[in-house]
């Protein structure tokens, strides 16, 4: 198994353009989360969902940031616009449902905006 | 949310045990206790995980509270690829109870 599958693992954009962030979760995992981490903040949860559809975004700091999963094998988490303070590495990962499974995380991918 | 608590640093030497202890006195029936540590410039990695009775893996031991107030991850030789920032949080049984809220850590140090 490949396990969760991030892209880009980095990414610099300018303020103001559209960023869109990719995974891929282990296949047959029920769950996938994005998560956004800063050394001022910590890793924090954006958004979940359950078997593609989205669970919560109450993470989702504002409307610039959309996050979808069209099928069971990818997602995306897009901002736009971009601003110098969405820098961070966001990390997504996947996790089986049940009380006998963890969260398995990507590598991340790590956004400078400038 | 459930929170959890644990020191913000650790030290150990290389070869000993270390015990890292998680505080998490709101705790819930069915919230389960995991571990998970994240190694520098990588993303977190699951160690284990607990109910109520202690728990052993190939990378650690859970020892957990009677009252399931508390527990403690358990390094029983420390090496230097255990440093890391460790992180216990609550995960319920249900996921979709609400969300599991990793807090600040423990980064522990380990020493030759």
């Known amino acids: 198994d490949a396990g969760v599958i991030q892209s880009p693992r980095h990414e610099v954009t300018e303020m103001g353009q559209e960023v869109t962030l990719r995974c891929k979760p282990i296949?047959?995992?029920?769950?996938l989360f994005w998560y956004r981490q800063t050394m001022m903040r910590g890793l924090e949860l954006l958004i979940y969902f359950n078997n593609n559809v989205p669970i919560d975004d109450s993470g989702m700091p504002e409307d610039r940031f959309s996050a979808k999963m069209p099928n069971a094998s990818f997602s995306t988490l897009k901002i736009q616009p971009s601003e110098p303070r969405d820098s961070a590495v966001y990390f997504c990962?996947?996790?089986?449902?049940?009380?006998?499974?963890?969260?398995?995380f990507g590598s991340g991918t790590r956004l400078t905006v400038v | 949310d459930a929170k959890t608590t644990q020191p913000n640093s650790m030290e150990s030497n290389e070869e000993e045990p270390v015990h890292l202890p998680c505080n998490h006195s709101t705790i819930s029936g069915t919230d389960y206790i995991h571990w998970y540590r994240q190694l520098p410039s990588q993303g977190p990695e699951y160690v284990i995980h607990?109910?109520?009775s202690n728990v052993n893996n190939r990378m650690a031991s859970l020892a957990i509270a009677e009252d399931r107030k508390s527990s403690t991850l358990i390094l029983h030789r420390a090496t230097l690829r255990d440093a890391a920032v460790y992180y216990c949080?609550?995960?319920?049984?249900?996921?979709?109870?609400?969300?599991?809220?990793f807090g600040d850590g423990t980064t522990l140090t380990v020493k030759p």
């Open positions: 607990g109910l109520t």
């Open positions: 296949s047959g995992h029920d769950y």
């Open positions: 990962a996947s996790s089986r449902q049940g009380r006998n499974y963890g969260y398995t």
């Open positions: 949080i609550l995960r319920d049984v249900n996921p979709n109870a609400g969300k599991s809220t």
